[in-house]
């Protein structure tokens, strides 16, 4: 299950459709499919070189070099690294998904741009420590956290947990060394047990990064 490229082939299916008079951040819409499709993967900016992102537009590489030195261009990118990082952080938030399925998301997560993983990251950390402070009180005073707190601190803790399995960062002293002693003594222990006996091992990234530009090439190929 990879998040991202499924907000990618669903932006740009909205695009494609849009209203003849829309606009973005007050302007005019201009682009070709292609070029906003080139927009849109700027995600993977790290993990997807400019070679790879022409390919998957549609776009001869020297044409995407051409977009990159122009300010429209790079502020639609911009916005659009904006705009997904809002999404994927309601996500998660809201929505449900097994220890397999979170895993892939997590592994997709590392691929991102590293300034799309900053904008993704450091809000929902700060929501994590409020709410490992939270889960820290309740058990003191032997009360659980309210049904829907507990749903939030369980997404994200099996997350970031995965996340940081996967490539490790400075925010692991928070996520286990902090938040998941917390999240043990809180959480459904079906939850806990899945995500400790989940092993990084489990995952074929060459598998995956196959799997991942196949779904961004099929979904898109219907509006190039």
């Not at 397999?100 to 450091?122: C, F, G, H, N, R």
Request: net charge neutral; glycine share 2%; with cysteine.
């Amino acid at each position: 299950m990879f998040l991202a490229a499924k907000w990618v082939v669903e932006a740009l299916d909205r695009y494609h459709h849009r209203p003849p008079r829309a606009t973005i951040m007050g302007k005019r819409i201009i682009f070709p499919n292609y070029h906003y499709l080139a927009a849109l993967l700027h995600i993977y900016t790290g993990t997807f070189n400019l070679q790879q992102i022409a390919d998957l537009s549609d776009l001869p590489v020297e044409e995407l070099k051409f977009q990159r030195q122009q300010l429209d261009f790079m502020t639609l990118v911009d916005y659009l690294k904006t705009k997904f990082s809002e999404w994927y952080r309601e996500t998660l938030l809201l929505r449900d998904y097994s220890v397999s399925e979170y895993a892939e998301i997590a592994w997709e997560y590392t691929k991102l741009d590293e300034m799309v993983q900053s904008q993704i990251k450091i809000p929902l950390l700060d929501r994590l420590k409020h709410l490992m402070h939270a889960g820290q009180s309740c058990l003191e005073r032997g009360v659980e956290l309210d049904t829907y707190d507990r749903n939030i601190f369980r997404r994200l803790i099996q997350f970031f947990m995965l996340a940081e399995s996967l490539k490790p960062t400075l925010s692991s002293r928070l996520v286990k060394g902090k938040a998941f002693p917390v999240a043990e003594k809180s959480l459904p222990a079906k939850d806990i047990s899945d995500l400790k006996a989940w092993s990084p091992e489990r995952l074929d990234a060459k598998e995956l990064m196959e799997t991942l530009v196949r779904e961004i090439r099929e979904g898109t190929r219907a509006f190039l």
